[in-house]
């Protein structure tokens, strides 16, 4: 079975600085999709960002970008110039997509704090 | 383009009683999946929907739980006689096809007294 793993249940960061977030998951698969979604107090579930497993190059959006090492399988989150509306629950999912399984699998989360 | 939609946004049943859950998938999608959220933990997955089918419902408890989503109308998550560890929140997600990101609605918050 898949799991995925975040191992920092909360992080904070300094305004304007930049935050890693870590993420790591187990499949033996070698054609799957990676994903960050964020959470903030609304609950509203927001995608961040999206990595396909056979692409090489990490993807980015604006200050969002991940650091996909695929032998390692580890899927880290980098928050560039971080601001009050990072706040949020992180978490980091995994979708493998055949045969009728579309199931995304979560991790259990990382609450970032942003320090004004 | 309006987003997945969720109603209601928060319901609150007594213990024994039926609660129904619907959601609405953003236009051009016609896969839809219901995850749940207990209490500070991550969604799990329960049940993927396409039009008049159920194509895996491995996350679905065996017993008072039923999905489905009609030719017409909205997707339906059905608890019948709920109990207090059902209170969680139903999050509703919907993609055009598989493979593709899945777009989640803001969830129904359920509330056995």
């Known amino acids: 079975a898949q799991t995925v793993t975040q191992s920092q249940p909360e992080m904070s960061v300094q305004e304007a600085e930049t935050v890693t977030l870590s993420c790591t998951y187990d499949?033996?698969?070698?054609?799957?999709?990676l994903f960050w979604y964020k959470q903030p107090p609304s609950r509203q579930m927001i995608l961040v960002i999206r990595q396909e497993a056979y692409k090489q190059q990490n993807a980015t959006e604006n200050r969002f970008s991940v650091n996909f090492q695929k032998a390692a399988k580890s899927f880290s989150l980098k928050i560039s110039d971080s601001q009050l509306g990072d706040a949020a629950m992180y978490f980091c999912a995994y979708l493998i997509s055949n045969f009728g399984n579309e199931k995304l699998t979560f991790g259990t989360g990382t609450r970032l704090t942003i320090i004004p | 383009n309006a987003g997945v939609m969720q109603n209601p946004r928060h319901l609150v049943r007594r213990r024994g009683q039926e609660a129904r859950l619907r959601c609405s998938p953003m236009k051009g999608h016609s896969h839809v999946y219901w995850y749940r959220q207990l209490p500070e933990e991550g969604l799990k997955f329960m049940v993927y929907l396409q039009k008049e089918n159920i194509i895996d419902e491995s996350g679905m408890p065996k017993e008072r739980f039923s999905a489905e989503f009609p030719k017409e109308g909205p997707s339906i998550l059905r608890i019948q006689q709920v109990v207090r560890g059902d209170s969680a929140a139903y999050f509703c997600?919907?993609?055009?096809?598989?493979?593709?990101?899945?777009?989640f609605g803001p969830g129904t918050r359920l509330l056995v007294l």
């Open positions: 997600a919907s993609s055009p096809n598989m493979g593709e990101t899945q777009y």
């Open positions: 499949t033996s698969e070698s054609d799957y999709y």
